[in-house]
Structures are given as C-alpha cells and as structure tokens.
C-alpha cells in the first residue's frame, strides 16, 4: 500500500467515527427535546383529564398557550397538533367537525400516530357517530400504539362508557388497558377516571367488568383494589 492510501485510509475512518459519534449526539439530543415535549403534554393532557374532559375557557387559554410554545417546532408537528386539538375538543364551544376534519386530516399524513386515531375515535362518537362506526379507530390506535399510557387511558374510559356495546372481541383489550394503566405508578387521575365510569353502568355492567379484572389473574385483583372495588 502507497503510503498515500494508508493515509488516506486512516483519515477516511477517523472522519467516519467522527461522524458516528456526531449522528449519536444529534440522536441524543433530539430525544431529549422529544422528552421535553413529552412531559408537557403529559401535564397539558392531566389537567384536560382532571377536569373530566370539560375545560373552562381561561383554561384553555392557558393550555393552548403552553401548547403554542412548541408550534414552531420543525420535528414534532403532528404531536403538537394533536395535543392542541385535545385541548380544543375539551373547550366548552368546541367546534366538533372542524376538530374531526383536523384529525383526519393528520392521521392521513400519520397513520402510526396512536393519539390522533384515539382523538378522531372519541371526537366521532361525541359528534354523533355510532360505536360500531368509530370503533376502527380506536383498534387502529392500540395496533399501532398498544403500550402508550395516555391513549390507553383514553380507549379504556371511552371502553367503559360504552361496555354495554362493546364488542366481545374489544372487552379483554379494554380489560388489559385498565389493568395495566391502573397498576402504573405514573399517573393517578385514571382511577378517578374509571371509577367515574364504572359508577355510570347499570349493576349488572358493573359486576362484568368486575368480574372481567378479577379473571384477569393477580394483576386485575390489584387493579380492582385500586379501584376499591376489591
């Protein structure tokens, strides 16, 4: 080898190291910034849950403007839009077509985004549509985000209001989300939530979702506890 290639080499693996480690910490850092975002909304959609989904205005202004600081962000504007929406449809003059041609629009340009499926199943459903017609979205909301703590919470309250309905093949789905956002250290409106919704079924409703945890195995009877109905 010509003492020009053996250079040339060396250079050549220095540079592609170099730029290993500058695609890590670019990595590093968008992650960080994606976490930031991450933990706003996190406090953005507890506030929308703590009023059990019924905002008053001044509210909402104080949550569109903790939202608004992220609306110039170049990376993450279907998450921005997806949480501006929330708070829009938990307004009190929330206008529900709008917000529902928004949320298609956004689950065509990001059919992975599991909130937004969520969104438009809960929006159709408060704007008249039929369970059997909105459950697609929510079944292709835990397709693509089966584990995402607060869109689990929004398709097992969703799940509970409607257990009468539901489907036979959607109730151990709706079983596990409750379970496993009940057990979870994270959060802590959820059993509020689920109470709530639990309280609002006939008796005979109640006892099935119940009796649903209870034969989910330990998991469920520490769900049931939580829930103070063990």
């Known amino acids: 080898m010509a003492p020009f290639d053996g250079w040339l080499l060396r250079r050549s693996a220095f540079f592609g190291r170099v730029g290993v480690i500058g695609a890590g910490l670019i990595t590093a850092a968008f992650g960080v910034w994606v976490l ?5 909304a996190a406090q953005v959609r507890s506030d929308i849950n703590a009023a059990r ?3 008053q205005a001044d509210k909402v202004d104080v949550l569109l403007a903790q939202v608004a600081r992220w609306t110039s962000d170049p990376f993450l504007p279907a998450r921005v839009a997806s949480l501006k929406l ?3 449809v938990s307004s009190p003059n929330a206008d529900l077509q709008e ?8 689950v065509e340009h990001k059919p992975a985004f599991a909130q937004a499926w969520q969104s438009l199943a809960s929006v159709s459903l408060l704007g008249g549509g039929s369970l059997e017609a909105v459950l ?5 909301s835990r397709l693509v985000g089966p584990n995402q703590g607060p869109v689990m919470m929004q398709r097992a309250v969703m799940g ?6 539901l489907p ?8 596990r989300e409750i379970v496993k956002t009940t057990n979870s250290d994270v959060e802590g409106f959820q059993v509020i939530l689920y109470r709530d919704a639990i309280a609002k079924l006939t008796k ?5 979702v119940r009796a649903a945890l209870r034969a989910y195995g330990p998991d469920g009877e520490m769900a049931l506890r939580r829930l103070g109905s063990g």
């Open 36 to 40: 930031a975002f991450e933990r706003s």
């Open 53 to 55: 989904g019924e905002l």
């Open 86 to 88: 929330d708070v829009l």
């Open 99 to 106: 917000t529902q041609a928004s949320l298609i629009n956004l």
């Open 136 to 140: 697609p979205y929510t079944r292709f």
């Open 160 to 165: 509970l209001e409607n257990w009468d309905h």
């Open 168 to 175: 036979a093949q959607d109730r151990p789905w709706l079983i």
């Open 204 to 208: 005979s409703s109640s006892d099935e």
